[in-house]
């Protein structure tokens, strides 16, 4: 990337939900975005942290502890890195959107997984496609 890249510009590019963009890569890292709404899937990634930014609305993200369940609810401008193999779900009551840092090839939808609904896009990325039109 060798020119600045507006988030919100990017978000008004796609529509899809649960189908993140990579915007930029830093060293072996995706930068992605995406768009989400209602309840993602319960899955581990088994080698890597997954870093979550709320750029707009809330967030809240279930997780499976040795301790027993709990839930994370990240309001705008928050984050939260979710540890290396612990089982977490997305969820978000309202339209928000979010922004993800992990290693370039990571599935979203983790190592391991339930079935996989189709409102969600198992994928490592997708790339942004130039805006057109107004």
């Keep these: 990337m060798d020119t600045p890249l507006s988030l919100e510009d990017a ?3 796609f529509r899809t939900l649960w189908s993140p963009r990579v915007v930029t890569r830093v060293n072996d ?3 992605r975005i995406a768009k989400v709404h209602g309840e993602h899937l319960w899955h ?3 080698d890597t942290d997954e870093f979550f930014l709320v750029l707009d609305g809330t967030l809240h993200i ?3 502890e040795p301790a027993g369940e709990r839930t994370v609810r ?4 928050e984050v939260f ?3 290396r ?3 977490h779900r997305p969820y978000a009551p309202a339209p928000t959107s979010i922004l993800m840092f992990e290693p370039t090839g990571t599935v979203s939808v983790g190592d ?3 079935a996989i609904p189709d409102h969600v896009d198992a994928t490592t990325g997708h790339p942004l496609e130039p805006r057109t039109g107004p």
């Design 44 to 46: 581990t990634h088994e």
């Design 74 to 77: 990240l309001d705008r401008g």
């Design 112 to 114: 391991r997984h339930e």
């Design 62 to 64: 279930g997780l499976r």
């Design 11 to 13: 978000l008004a590019s």
């Design 81 to 83: 890195t979710v540890p």
């Design 85 to 87: 193999g612990t089982e």
């Design 29 to 31: 890292y995706d930068v």
